[in-house]
C-alpha cells in the first residue's frame, strides 16, 4: 500500500516528499513574508524522466520549476546536446500550462526522432508526438482516447506502450479516485500493450488483464511484462509474469513462490534469451525492491542470483555488453553492481557507490548502445538534482539548472541496535544549530520503502531548520536497504517492532547530536501516518503529531479502501480470517492511552488510505478531549498534487509543531 509520491523517487514515503514542499514563507512572520516577497527564493528545478539517444549524442528530459518543492505543475520537454550543453526547449501544441505534460520520452534506433506523449488538459487522454533532435518536424502520431503510458521504440522502428482506453482516471493507486458510486462490480478498464505502425494501433495483450510493466523480445518473438486480471489498482499484489507472443495467447511463464512474494521491473536481455527481475514482498506498485532473478526464455526456472544479500534490488538494466546491471539500495549507499552476461551469471560486482539518489528506479539508468554511454538525474541532500552523462560512476553534468543551491542542513547517517537488528537513519541539523534543539520524526511511507538522499530544497524541511529543529528521518524494520528478512520483519506486527526501532533511533540521535528529548515531534503519510496515530497511543514521548492519510482501524480499512489485496502478505490473511491480527494493530483500540495533539488531514478521493479513516481517528481525539485539528482536501487523492492544498498543509503542520514544541 501507500506508494510514494514522487514517481521519480519511489522508494520514499510521499508525504514526507510532500513535506520538502511548501515554500518556507509559510507559517513565517508578516515581516519575513515582506522580506521574501521582495527577494523571492529561487525556485527548484526538477527533472522526472531522462532518456539518451542511442548514439549518445543528445539528451530528452521531462522538467520543470517546482513552485513548492514537490512536482513541477508546468513541465516541458527539452532536448540537449551533449558535446555542447545546447538545449532546445519544445513548445507544446497545448501551450505552458498545468497539465499539458509531455512525458515518456522515447528514441527511435536511428536516433533521429524523439517520440512522447501529451495530456489532454483536464482529461484522461493522451497525444503521441514524435519531433527531430533539433527540435523541428513536430508529427502527431496518435490521437487516443485514454492514457498511454511508457513508450518503447522497438528494433524495426515500431513503438510499443502501455495503454488503457476510454481510461476512467489516471494509472495508479496514488491518483484520486473516481466517486464511489454506480455499479461497483462493473468490469475495469484494462491497460494493455499495444504496438503503433504507420498510425495504427494493434493490441498485443488480452483484454481481461490489466499489463503493469513490459518489455519486448528482439527477433519479432513478442513481449514479457507483469499482469493480472481485474482493478488494476489492486490486484499488482498477485501479478504473475507473462509471455504475450505477437501472435498466440498469452502464457504464465513464472507465479511468485508465496503471497509474499511480488514481482516488478521485468527487464529482457539484448539478445533476447533472458529476462531479469526484482522478486519480494513490496507494498506498493513502483515502490520496488527485493531480491534478483533471472530466467531463461526458452524454458527453465528463475534463478536468485544473490539469496540473502543484505540490500534490497530497486532497477533492473542490460548493459551494451548483455551484462545484467542493477540498482541496489545497501544500508545508507546507493550501488550499481554488475551480475554477469545474460545465461552466464556471476558474482556481484560493484560498479559504483555512493550516498546518493538517481532519477527513475523503475526504467534504470538510461544507456547509450553501443557506446556504453548513461545518463540520469542525481542528487544528494545537500546536492541539488542535476542531469549527468557518463560512464557509470564517471558522470559529468550537463545541467546547471539548480547552481547556486547549497545546503539546508548538516546531515548524517545513524547506525543503532534494536532487537537484534541493525538499524540506519538520518540525522539532519541547521547549519547554524545552538543549544539543544527540538527534533521532527518523520516516518516514511511504505512500509516496503526507504528514505534516500534527496535534496533538501526551499520547503518546509528548509522551514524547520530556519526555526531550529532537527529532522530524524528512520529506516526502521519493513524499510528496504538490508534484505528481505529486513524489509519482511514487521509482518503481522506493525506498529510494535518498527515503532521501537524508531524510539531506540531517537535515542541515538540524542547520542550524536544536541537533541533535547523534551520536544519531539512525530509526523508521517501513509504507513507513516499510520505510524503516527499508532504511536500517539503507545507512547507519550512525542509532544506533538501531525499525521498524513493515516490508517486507525485496520478492521474497517480492509472494506474501505480500493487495494485490500496487499494486506494478505503482511498480516497473512483476511480480516474476516483473522479478525485479531488486524485489531492488535489498530490505534482505535487503545485510544484512551492518547495525550499528544495531532493533527491530521487527508485527500477526499484517497483510495490507498480513505477519508473516514482521518475522520474516524479525529472524532476520537475530540472524544478523549485531546487538542486535535483535521483537514479533508477536496478533490485530492493519495498525496496532495494542488500547490495551494500543500502550501496550506505545511502552513498548518508549522503552525502545530511551533504551538507544541517552541
Known sequence: MFRSFQRLRRIVGWALAVMMGV????????????????????????????????????????????????????????????????????????????????????????????????????????????????????????????????????????????????????????????????????????????????????WMSPPDLFVYEYDWRAGGKGFVGTAAPGDGDNNWW???????????????????????????????????STVAFVAGIMSDFGSTGGD????????????????????????????????????????????????????????????????????????????????????????????????????????RNITASNAGMGPAARVQSVWWKSDGFDVQGWLLLPLHAQGKLPMIVGVHGGPAAAVTPNYIGPGLYTALFERGYALFLPNPRGSYGQGEKFTQGNVRDFGYGDLRDILAGVDAAAQAAPIDTARLGLTGGSYGGFMTMWAVTQTNRFKAAVAGAGISDWLSYYGENGIDAWMIPFF??????????????????????????????????????????????????????????????????HGLRDPKDIADVMQRTLTWFDKYLK
Open 572 to 637: 497473512g490473511a483476511s480480516v474476516y480470517d483473522d479478525p485479531a491480527i488486524y485489531a492488535r494493530s489498530s490505534a482505535i483500540n487503545f485510544i484512551h492511552n492518547v495525550k499528544t495533539p495531532t493533527f491530521v488531514y487527508v485527500g477526499e478521493r484517497d483510495i490507498e488510505c480513505p477519508a473516514p479513516q482521518t475522520q474516524e481517528f479525529w472524532h476520537a481525539m475530540k472524544a478523549m478531549n485531546v487538542p486535535t485539528s483535521i483537514m479533508i482536501y477536496p478533490g485530492e487523492g
Open 238 to 272: 498477485t501479478a504473475k509474469l507473462y509471455a504475450f507472443p505477437e501472435s498466440g495467447p498469452a502464457k504464465v511463464i513464472y507465479t511468485p513462490v508465496d503471497a509474499k512474494q511480488q514481482l516488478a521491473v521485468p527487464k529482457v536481455s539484448r539478445d533476447g
Open 23 to 202: 515554500a518556507s514563507i509559510q507559517g513565517a512572520s508578516a515581516a519575513d513574508a515582506a522580506a521574501a516577497s521582495a527577494a523571492p527564493a529561487k525556485l527548484l528545478h526538477r527533472f522526472r524522466e531522462v532518456q539518451i539517444s542511442p548514439n549518445s549524442a543528445f539528451v530528452a528530459s521531462v522538467e520543470g520549476d517546482s513552485p513548492n518543492g514537490g512536482q513541477p505543475t508546468v513541465r516541458d520537454l527539452v532536448i540537449r546536446n551533449v558535446k555542447s550543453g545546447a538545449a532546445i526547449t519544445l513548445p507544446m501544441p497545448c501551450g505552458r500550462v498545468a497539465q499539458c505534460w509531455p512525458g515518456s520520452p522515447t528514441w527511435s534506433p536511428d536516433s533521429k526522432r524523439l517520440s512522447f506523449t501529451l495530456r489532454t488538459p483536464g482529461s484522461h487522454s493522451r497525444t503521441i508526438y514524435s519531433v527531430a533532435p533539433d527540435g523541428t518536424a513536430l508529427t502527431k502520431s496518435l490521437e487516443f482516447n485514454g492514457t498511454i503510458e511508457d513508450l518503447r521504440y522497438m528494433p524495426d522502428g515500431r513503438l510499443a506502450m502501455l495503454a488503457i482506453e476510454n481510461a476512467k482516471k489516471e494509472v495508479g493507486a496514488t491518483e484520486a479516485g473516481v466517486p464511489v458510486a454506480g455499479d461497483l462490480d462493473a468490469a475495469p478498464t484494462e491497460q494493455r500493450i499495444a504496438v503503433l505502425t504507420n498510425g495504427v494501433l494493434t
Open 292 to 395: 534478483v532473478y533471472t530466467m531463461n526464455l526458452d524454458g527453465g526456472p528463475a534463478v536468485n542470483l544473490a539469496p540473502g544479500m543484505k540490500s534490497s534490488a530497486n532497477s533492473i538494466s542490460w548493459r551494451c555488453d548483455d551484462h545484467l546491471q542493477v540498482e541496489l539500495l545497501a544500508g545508507d549507499k546507493l550501488q550499481f553492481v554488475d551480475f554477469g552476461r545474460a545465461l552466464k551469471p556471476a558474482a556481484p560486482k560493484i560498479l559504483w557507490s555512493g550516498a546518493e539518489s538517481f532519477g527513475d528506479r523503475e526504467a534504470g539508468i538510461s544507456t547509450a548502445c553501443p557506446s556504453g554511454v548513461t545518463a540520469d538525474v542525481h542528487e544528494s541532500f545537500t546536492s541539488p538534482p542535476e542531469i549527468g552523462v557518463g560512464p557509470i560512476g564517471h558522470w
